[in-house]
């Protein structure tokens, strides 16, 4: 069995978490959404071409299987959605008529063809952004939502964020972390799920977790443990509303208490592809148990390949 170099295997979806030294008013934001929509006035000049391609979308609240035959009137940074306790804006993909929650809003941005971010804007200062295939672009979508909403927050002390002894303490500022990296690889033969199973089984390695009910479940469930100190993070400061920029990139950050001390790389193993998706923990650890993974797998090839 050949594998590919780790370095060579792009993620499918990333979920970004971001901490900031802010609080959002979120009701103060959608009172601001909804003047705009109405008036279709957005105030600040340089985000005035991406609501324009909005405006005609957030008007209205459409229930569509997905966005495509709309995408054409999208260009890059464009917000097709907007959910917040009662109210939403926009093309949602469910007909649900749950309210939105008091605590956070939704928005769901176009990147590219076939290509949204979902997002979570929380009053605290954090959000959580789904569908990212690379920082850069959760990086982007932080810089599109602060034009609409950087007269509307309020500045906090954050111990965190303290820490990490940033330049100035004045400025707002993001920090970006990955929760979740999902990366897809296949194989160039069949597997027989069972064997996968049992030869992970048999490792003698409290690290190494794996299970598989061939009655119940499609693929084989394999976790590799990890004792976590560190994370990889990206820092984006926020120079003034109409101006950005990242000045620290890969800076390890301590791990908040409230997590767990150990996290893990999970193998979904299925006959003819696996998705490896690592939780909370960095490129190099993924790498590592990447390796460790096919490296099993190759040792074992004869008994595991149909």
């Given at each position: 069995m050949e594998f590919n170099n780790f370095n060579v295997l792009i993620p499918s979806t990333i979920t970004v978490n971001v901490e900031s030294n802010i609080n959002f008013d979120l009701k103060n934001i959608i009172v601001y959404f909804k003047h705009i929509i109405k008036n279709n006035n957005c105030v600040n000049k340089n985000c005035y071409y991406q609501f324009k391609n909005t405006q005609n979308i957030l008007n209205k609240q459409l229930v569509e299987k997905d966005c495509s035959k709309y995408e054409n009137s999208f260009t890059p940074g464009t917000?097709?959605?907007?959910?917040?306790?009662?109210?939403?804006?926009?093309i949602k993909t469910s007909k649900t008529d749950k309210l939105g929650f008091n605590n956070q809003i939704s928005f769901k941005i176009f990147i590219n063809k076939g290509y949204y971010i979902n997002i979570m804007m929380f009053e605290n200062g954090r959000l959580k952004m789904a569908g990212c295939k690379n920082n850069n672009d959760s990086v982007f979508v932080m810089?599109?939502?602060?034009?609409?909403?950087?007269?509307?927050?309020?500045?906090?002390?954050?111990?965190?964020?303290d820490s990490l002894k940033l330049p100035s303490d004045k400025t707002p500022v993001f920090v970006f972390t990955n929760?979740?990296?999902?990366?897809?690889?296949?194989?160039?033969?069949?597997?027989?799920?069972?064997?996968?199973?049992?030869?992970?089984?048999?490792?003698?390695?409290?690290?190494?977790?794996?299970?598989?009910?061939?009655?119940?479940?499609?693929?084989?469930?394999?976790?590799?443990?990890?004792?976590?100190k560190n994370r990889t993070a990206i820092i984006l400061c926020i120079l003034s509303p109409n101006n950005f920029v990242v000045f620290i990139k890969d800076v390890l950050c301590k791990i908040k208490k409230q997590e767990f001390d150990r996290t893990g790389t999970s193998f979904m193993v299925f006959p003819n592809n696996v998705i490896m998706s690592g939780n909370g923990i960095d490129f190099e650890i993924l790498k590592n148990d990447y390796n460790k993974f096919t490296k099993i797998l190759?040792?074992?090839?004869?008994?595991?390949?149909?």
């Open positions: 917000i097709v959605y907007i959910r917040y306790n009662d109210f939403w804006s926009g810089a599109i939502l602060w034009q609409y909403v950087n007269e509307r927050t309020k500045q906090i002390i954050n111990p965190f964020l929760e979740m990296m999902n990366i897809p690889f296949r194989f160039s033969r069949t597997l027989n799920k069972v064997k996968v199973n049992t030869i992970f089984n048999n490792i003698k390695d409290g690290n190494i977790l794996s299970y598989y009910e061939p009655t119940g479940q499609h693929c084989v469930n394999i976790k590799l443990l990890n004792d976590v190759q040792k074992n090839a004869s008994d595991i390949v149909l």
